[in-house]
């Protein structure tokens, strides 16, 4: 939970939920101090972390193209399904673990420019994966599919992942570097929106921040 202040713009004050700091292996005080110190580790792979991210960017960039053109605007994102890692807080090699994660908006009604995203994360079973695997696979690992393949929930929690899905690894073979291509082709697919938004509307892209 982050506070704001919103007439100053500033962050008055942070908390984070027991079931973050559990799964991280991490006392709050430490987690909170670590993550503003950019020093804690990733919570899943390299390249499940980038693409969580990206889905993540993706969406809130749809939702702020909507309110420049002063649209209706809602993040509402379907429950997404995939792999974290347990104590990852302390960078542990450990097994992973299931989870259903969703993210969704609400626009402050006091002051259209504002506004909040509610990022809701829940461990799940290897049962209810691989039901919503066989039965909803579009809800599951999102970007990676097309890139890695569709992984079951044994291979998901196997900690020899997290090696095989770091990017020095992948690209240190063809598979890897064939599977970072892949990864390339999705992202130009999934972000061409943004560009035909500008061209639609006669507005400059935005020059990429080096």
Known sequence: TVRVDKAAG??????????????????KEE??????????????????????????MNEFIKVTLARMTNQE?????????????????????????????????????????????RHSLVVVSAEEFEAVRAQQPELCEGYLVPVVGSKSAQELMDPRLLVQESFQHMNSCAEGRAQMDRLADVLDK?????????????????????
Not at 14 to 25: H, I, K, M, R, S
Not at 73 to 79: A, G, I, R, S
Not at 83 to 93: E, M
Not at 191 to 208: I, N
Request: glycine share 8%; hydrophobic share 40%.
């Open 10 to 27: 500033v962050l008055t004050g942070v908390d984070v939920n027991p079931f973050w700091t559990d799964l991280a292996g991490l006392h």
């Open 31 to 56: 987690f909170i101090s670590r993550a503003f110190a950019g020093e804690m580790s990733l919570p899943t792979s390299e390249l499940r972390q980038t693409c969580k991210l990206i889905m993540g």
């Open 73 to 117: 605007t809602k993040m509402e994102m379907p429950p997404v399904y995939g792999r974290f890692s347990r104590n990852w807080g302390r960078g542990s090699q450990s097994d992973g673990v299931l989870t259903r994660m969703r993210i969704s908006s609400t626009n402050d009604p006091e002051n259209p420019s504002w506004m909040y995203l």
């Open 190 to 210: 999934e972000f061409s929106f943004m560009f035909d938004f500008f061209a639609k509307h006669k507005l400059p892209v935005p020059a990429p921040v080096l």
